[in-house]
């Protein structure tokens, strides 16, 4: 068992580190040789474009950075979180909930750098229904976060009691009358 756990753990190290990469070479790619900075917008489907963003806040842009003391604290606050991720994920022994903490990491450190490096996070994805936008412009890494606690949430919410009971196992908070 203990060796399966270690397996699970390592391939969400390898997950989050994937997506942090990714975030980073695609954002290099539309500031790079698409030069989305200076172009501003390209229509890519009747739906989506790319459209270039510097977002100097986090979630909905709350808590804007608007001087250099707020962009460390808003780097420091997200390392803070970034690693309790990570230790949360060192410590869960099922590939689903890995598999989304991994995710939230990964995005988490792609947006970290950007933060780190620029004082910004560079947002490019603009996906629309006509003039409606059902999210702000985005990018992996948030797509990432989104989608892991999407995971972590309906794992804890609908899957976690009905395998514990499923295994034999008696749920968190409860206690065995055996």
């Given at each position: 068992?203990?060796?399966l756990?270690t397996r699970?753990?390592?391939?969400?190290?390898?997950i989050a580190?994937?997506i942090?990469i990714i975030?980073?070479?695609v954002?290099w790619y539309?500031?790079?040789p698409l030069?989305?900075?200076q172009?501003?917008?390209?229509?890519?489907?009747?739906?989506f474009?790319?459209?270039?963003?510097?977002n100097?806040?986090?979630?909905?842009?709350?808590l804007?950075a608007?001087?250099?003391?707020?962009?460390?604290?808003?780097v420091l606050?997200?390392?803070v979180i970034a690693?309790?991720?990570l230790v949360w994920?060192m410590?869960e022994?099922?590939?689903g909930?890995?598999?989304?903490l991994?995710?939230i990491?990964?995005g988490?450190i792609?947006?970290?750098?950007d933060r780190?490096?620029?004082?910004?996070?560079i947002?490019?994805a603009?996906?629309?229904?006509?003039t409606?936008?059902?999210?702000?412009i985005?990018?992996i890494a948030?797509?990432a976060?989104?989608?892991?606690?999407v995971?972590i949430l309906?794992?804890s919410?609908?899957?976690r009691?009905k395998?514990?009971?499923q295994t034999?196992?008696?749920?968190?908070?409860?206690t065995?009358d055996?």
């Amino acid at each position: 068992m203990t060796g399966l756990l270690t397996r699970n753990r390592l391939i969400g190290l390898a997950i989050a580190a994937f997506i942090a990469i990714i975030d980073q070479v695609v954002k290099w790619y539309v500031t790079g040789p698409l030069a989305l900075r200076q172009v501003g917008n390209i229509d890519l489907l009747p739906f989506f474009d790319l459209t270039y963003t510097e977002n100097r806040g986090i979630s909905l842009g709350m808590l804007q950075a608007t001087n250099m003391e707020m962009r460390w604290l808003l780097v420091l606050m997200t390392a803070v979180i970034a690693l309790v991720v990570l230790v949360w994920m060192m410590r869960e022994k099922r590939m689903g909930d890995i598999f989304g903490l991994a995710l939230i990491l990964g995005g988490a450190i792609g947006n970290i750098r950007d933060r780190y490096d620029l004082g910004y996070v560079i947002d490019y994805a603009d996906f629309h229904i006509g003039t409606f936008r059902p999210f702000l412009i985005f990018n992996i890494a948030d797509a990432a976060i989104t989608i892991g606690v999407v995971i972590i949430l309906a794992r804890s919410l609908f899957v976690r009691d009905k395998e514990d009971t499923q295994t034999g196992e008696t749920p968190r908070g409860e206690t065995s009358d055996a």
